[in-house]
């Protein structure tokens, strides 16, 4: 028969009064409600070098909980784990798609203490792990740019578009590289998240249309409206909504929030180009393999779909070995 059960908090303060004025562990037990058994075992493993106290004995015997629990998953599971931890999927997303979609539970806060020590051993794990802090930006240098010919304010856009209950809603930015050394063309669809990049050499109204037509053009039938920020770069938003037959908007200067799909979308794609990388730098081969990290990493919002199975309706399974 196991004698042995969890204590709490409350049960080792009683147990540290009753044992200081002199009861013995049998004693205690009863006043507790436990078999003596489990007294004698508390006093021994959660036991410090400073005697025994109990938010010291709580703490031990969590961190031997959660050690045991989490050496009954297996290393071809962790090793499943690393592989999209590597993908640049956080613990939540892994857990909950492993959950849905493989039946196994290996809770979020179990891979952040397995990222904690791959690090501590000087492991790379905690380098796939997405920045915390993003960089402020400076929203005031539209200032400068001057008023855009006919543009039409986010005001005028249908009220649906807030929904998100269709497809072909699409938010528009540019990312600058380092030094203001060429530019990504970043756009985000706002109901399924789908995000699409394309880098230019230089950030003109004439390179951000070319590089908005290569990317929308294939799928032409599911744009319907696009909302941007007031940089010069989209001065062709006329030919742009013509050549695309779709609406193009414009939201309020200084607010970010008005376009904050794409918003967050950049501070994801900032992960894999960074502020200080060189843009002259980076490859076609990073561009395409930033888009598919991206639209297969499932999302909370999408009931952890992931874009790509959201904007085409299919099931994309996760190639993790390629």
Request: proline share 2%; glycine share 8%.
């Amino acid at each position: 028969m196991k004698h042995y059960s969890q204590l709490t908090l409350e049960q080792r303060y009683i147990i540290k009064s009753m044992l200081k004025i002199g009861y013995s562990q049998s004693e205690t037990a009863q006043v507790i409600g436990v078999h003596k058994s489990t007294i004698s075992r508390e006093l021994i493993r959660n036991r410090g070098g400073r005697g025994y106290r109990p938010k010291q004995a709580s703490r031990f015997a969590e961190h031997r909980r959660q050690a045991k629990v989490s050496h009954r998953i297996d290393g071809g599971t962790w090793g499943y784990v690393e592989q999209l931890i590597c993908k640049e999927w956080s613990p939540e997303q892994i857990s909950t798609w492993m959950k849905k979609n493989m039946d196994i539970a290996v809770s979020h806060e179990w891979i952040y203490q397995y990222i904690l020590k791959d690090k501590l051993a000087g492991g790379s794990l905690h380098l796939h792990l997405r920045c915390k802090q993003k960089g402020k930006k400076r929203y005031g240098s539209n200032d400068r740019r001057g008023n855009l010919k006919n543009r039409v304010s986010i005001d005028q856009r249908p009220s649906l578009v807030d929904d998100r209950s269709r497809i072909g809603d699409w938010e528009a930015d540019t990312i600058i590289g380092k030094a203001h050394k060429q530019a990504i063309v970043s756009l985000t669809e706002r109901r399924s998240g789908l995000a699409l990049i394309y880098k230019v050499d230089r950030r003109t109204k004439e390179n951000t249309e070319g590089a908005i037509n290569r990317l929308l053009e294939s799928i032409s039938d599911q744009v319907l409206t696009i909302t941007s920020d007031n940089g010069k770069e989209f001065a062709n938003h006329e030919s742009i909504a013509a050549g695309l037959d779709c609406d193009f908007y414009f939201a309020h200067p200084y607010s970010s929030w008005e376009r904050g799909t794409n918003e967050n979308t950049n501070g994801l794609i900032r992960q894999y180009f960074p502020k200080n990388r060189d843009f002259r730098t980076i490859t076609d081969k990073e561009i395409i393999h930033a888009m598919k990290r991206l639209n297969n990493r499932p999302r909370k919002r999408l009931g952890y779909k992931t874009p790509n199975e959201v904007f085409f309706g299919q099931s994309y399974t996760v190639a993790l070995t390629t």
